[in-house]
T-cell receptor, first 112, second 112 residues
Framework: SQTIHQWPATLVQPVGSPLSLECTVEGTSNPNLYWYRQAAGRGLQLLFY??????ISSEVPQNLSASRPQDRQFILSSKKLLLSDSGFYLCAWKTSGGREQFFGPGTRLTVL | GENVEQHPSTLSVQEGDSAVIKCTYS??????FPWYKQELGKGPQLIID?????GEKKDQRIAVTLNKTAKHFSLHITETQPEDSAVYFCAASGEYGNKLVFGAGTILRVKS
């Protein structure tokens, strides 16, 4: 069966520090991968999605970036965090031909 | 692009009563409509979905209806239980399903 992992689960970082969040999917190959951000009490905002290793689309201009170093690994990064980057970051995957998206457990990021 | 509106933002029901959450979408090309349940501090879990070629789908106490003409779809939960308390999100996606657009969410509280 397929599983999705995210780490770390929680993170507290100072303003201006770098960021690296990791997402890994097991049990499938060539998945579509997604990064979402959820502000407190709000809906899900799509940040990036990838349909292949060299294919990453950005949905919202910001100081975040995404990379996909391996087929089932998706990284969310920032060189300098802002206070507004605080939130709950969710990774999701789906099969390339399927419709259902499955979410990971999330990373709670607090920028102080 | 697609826009999904969700109502109500909060809903309180007595245990055993029914709960209904409604969503409208703007893009007539959208053809896939999932519903997610998110418990506190966790990632959203897919609970039911419907495609545009059907008008209704049921899974035990949960049902979803779709009105393509009016561009709205609804989640119905019957015989609510305290464990149904959570945030519920609707979403919509188009032909290739690469991107989901989410509603803002509904906080459901089931009072025992």
């Amino acid at each position: 069966s397929q599983t999705i992992h995210q780490w770390p689960a929680t993170l507290v970082q100072p303003v201006g520090s770098p960021l690296s969040l990791e997402c890994t999917v097991e049990g499938t190959s060539n998945p579509n991968l997604y990064w979402y951000r959820q502000a407190a009490g709000r809906g899900l905002q799509l940040l990036f999605y990838s349909i292949g290793i060299d294919q990453i689309s950005s949905e919202v201009p910001q100081n975040l970036s995404a990379s996909r170093p391996q087929d089932r690994q998706f990284i969310l990064s920032s060189k300098k965090l802002l206070l507004s980057d605080s939130g709950f970051y969710l990774c999701a995957w789906k099969t390339s031909g399927g419709r259902e998206q499955f979410f990971g457990p999330g990373t709670r990021l607090t920028v102080l | 692009g697609e826009n999904v509106e969700q109502h109500p933002s909060t809903l309180s029901v007595q245990e055993g009563d029914s709960a209904v959450i409604k969503c409208t979408y703007s893009d007539s090309a959208s053809n896939y409509f999932p519903w997610y349940k998110q418990e506190l501090g966790k990632g959203p879990q897919l609970i039911i979905d419907i495609r545009s070629n059907v008008g209704e789908k049921k899974d035990q106490r949960i049902a979803v209806t779709l009105n393509k003409t009016a561009k709205h779809f609804s989640l119905h939960i019957t015989e609510t239980q305290p464990e149904d308390s959570a945030v519920y999100f609707c979403a919509a996606s188009g032909e290739y399903g690469n991107k989901l657009v989410f509603g803002a969410g509904t906080i459901l509280r089931v009072k025992s």
